[in-house]
């Protein structure tokens, strides 16, 4: 696990897509978390909500933040890239496709 920040950096700076998923935040090393620049957030408990809202977040609005990703309903999450502002919601998509 100590060795996917590095490999996340280093697919960064070659331009290559490097893909990591969890059920809970706390099973990545907390430097991975600067070396990636795409997140996409579904509701989740309340440690890994108070990591994702220092994330998307302004320090004065961590609380709010926070409950918001606690309180996503199923099929919604957030998408947060480098450069955004704010997160921005999205839904995904009950069905199968064809």
Do not use: H
């Amino acid at each position: 696990m100590k060795l996917i920040p590095t490999m996340a950096k280093e697919c960064r700076k070659y331009g290559l897509s490097f893909v990591v998923a969890s059920q809970e935040a706390k099973d990545f090393d907390a430097s991975l978390f600067t070396a990636v620049a795409n997140f996409l957030a579904l509701r989740v408990s309340e440690p890994d909500a108070k990591l994702m809202a220092k994330i998307f977040a302004p320090s004065d609005k961590l609380t709010l933040y926070t409950d918001r990703i606690k309180q996503m309903a199923k099929f919604k999450a957030w998408f947060y890239s480098e450069g955004m502002r704010v997160p921005m919601p999205v839904a995904l998509s009950t069905t199968r496709p064809d």
